[in-house]
């Protein structure tokens, strides 16, 4: 049975990273038992033979000592391994500065991952502030919005105020994604052969995290009308592409925007605005395509397009600086 001081180690195991592992047992209130190839040390200087057991020099003794194929360590190479072993108080003193310096180093890193969660809320906000209006100033000159959308068509509806919605900045009009967006069925394009190798030539592609989820060299049906905006129409996950393509399953739209729409400002208002709901549910068609999208005038999509490359680039920049 365990006690509170003992080293439990690590002794066998199918990886060879994970031999080794350690741990000082603390706060047991029960009696303890541990499992198959583990190995207990006890000794009153257990915190100065963890140090140890954690160094690249025990690694090392391993791998110099391990002379079979399986990742082990036998009770004989512990109770062989030959330790510097300094007086006792010193053995405290650099235990205690090690602890020392870890805390540091813990405490780095959950800066690190703090700042990380608010470089991911930044993104987020810069795209509120553009669909909003308040990323860039307004240009009076600029050819109104409400004008720009009856001239690329003129069947869409004009809302110039919604009180479900923000107040817009003067020229923006409000318009349903399915005025400015086309969209095509999938079929075409979808891949028949899932036997995928990175050696191929064409990706195929997923709307969600897993994104290209491998590679084919079949060679019809490949898409390249780019860019365009691909759409999970059940989870409502999307992502502008402008490489040559196909696709894994119907489950996906393939959305073009009309000429004089910037598609990468259509692709930063998709990219904030989910429908969350039932999974087996299309959205594009039913839902996704009525919502509203606030829209400027063409040159300030340029603009907020811009300004958001730039601030991107330097979070990004941040956030590299971290890894």
């Given at each position: 049975?365990?006690n509170?001081?003992d080293l439990?180690?690590?002794?066998?195991?199918?990886s060879?990273?994970?031999?080794?592992?350690?741990?000082i047992i603390?706060g047991?209130?029960?009696?303890?038992?541990?499992?198959?190839?583990?190995?207990?040390?006890?000794?009153?200087?257990?915190?100065?033979i963890?140090?140890?057991?954690?160094t690249?020099?025990?690694?090392?003794?391993l791998d110099e000592?391990?002379?079979?194929?399986?990742?082990?360590?036998?009770?004989?190479?512990?109770l062989?391994?030959?330790?510097?072993?300094?007086?006792?108080?010193?053995?405290?003193?650099?235990?205690?500065?090690?602890?020392?310096?870890f805390?540091?180093?813990?405490?780095?890193n959950?800066?690190?991952?703090?700042?990380?969660?608010?470089?991911?809320?930044?993104?987020?906000?810069?795209?509120?502030?553009?669909m909003q209006?308040k990323l860039?100033?307004?240009?009076?000159?600029?050819?109104p919005?409400?004008?720009?959308?009856?001239?690329?068509?003129?069947?869409?509806?004009i809302?110039?105020?919604?009180p479900?919605?923000?107040q817009l900045?003067?020229?923006?009009?409000?318009?349903?994604?399915?005025?400015?967006?086309?969209?095509?069925?999938?079929?075409?394009?979808?891949v028949t052969d899932?036997?995928?190798?990175?050696?191929?030539a064409?990706?195929?592609?997923?709307?969600?995290k897993?994104?290209?989820?491998?590679?084919?060299?079949?060679t019809?049906?490949?898409?390249?009308?780019?860019?365009?905006?691909i759409?999970?129409?059940f989870t409502?996950d999307?992502?502008?592409?402008?490489?040559?393509?196909?696709?894994?399953?119907?489950?996906?739209?393939?959305?073009s925007?009309?000429?004089?729409?910037?598609i990468?400002?259509?692709?930063?208002?998709?990219?904030?605005?989910?429908?969350?709901g039932?999974?087996h549910?299309?959205?594009?068609i039913?839902?996704?395509?009525?919502?509203?999208?606030p829209?400027?005038?063409?040159?300030?999509?340029?603009?907020?397009?811009?300004?958001i490359?730039?601030f991107?680039?330097?979070?990004?920049?941040?956030?590299?600086?971290?890894?």
């Open positions: 049975m365990l509170n001081g439990l180690i690590c002794a066998r195991n199918g060879r990273r994970l031999v080794g592992k350690n741990v603390d047991l209130i029960r009696p303890t038992s541990f499992g198959a190839f583990m190995a207990v040390c006890r000794s009153h200087y257990n915190r100065w963890k140090i140890l057991l954690d690249s020099y025990f690694n090392l003794y000592s391990n002379s079979t194929t399986i990742n082990q360590i036998t009770q004989k190479m512990l062989d391994f030959s330790m510097p072993f300094p007086p006792e108080r010193e053995q405290k003193r650099i235990a205690n500065y090690i602890q020392e310096l805390d540091v180093i813990d405490s780095v959950q800066s690190k991952d703090d700042l990380k969660v608010a470089i991911t809320y930044a993104k987020s906000k810069i795209l509120e502030l553009a209006g860039v100033p307004q240009d009076a000159s600029d050819e919005a409400a004008d720009m959308l009856k001239r690329i068509n003129p069947k869409a509806k809302i110039t105020d919604n479900h919605y923000p900045p003067d020229n923006w009009v409000y318009a349903a994604l399915e005025d400015i967006v086309d969209y095509e069925q999938p079929q075409p394009y979808i899932t036997a995928y190798s990175d050696y191929y064409t990706p195929v592609l997923t709307a969600g897993s994104f290209i989820l491998g590679y084919t060299n079949e019809n049906g490949i898409y390249g009308k780019l860019p365009v905006i759409f999970d129409d409502t999307s992502r502008i592409i402008d490489f040559p393509f196909k696709v894994k399953s119907s489950a996906m739209k393939i959305l925007v009309k000429e004089g729409i910037n990468e400002y259509v692709a930063a208002f998709m990219s904030i605005t989910r429908l969350i039932d999974t549910k299309r959205y594009w039913s839902e996704y395509s009525k919502l509203l999208i829209l400027p005038p063409i040159a300030e999509q340029t603009r907020i397009i811009e300004a490359r730039i991107t680039s330097n979070l990004d920049s941040i956030q590299r600086n971290l890894n």
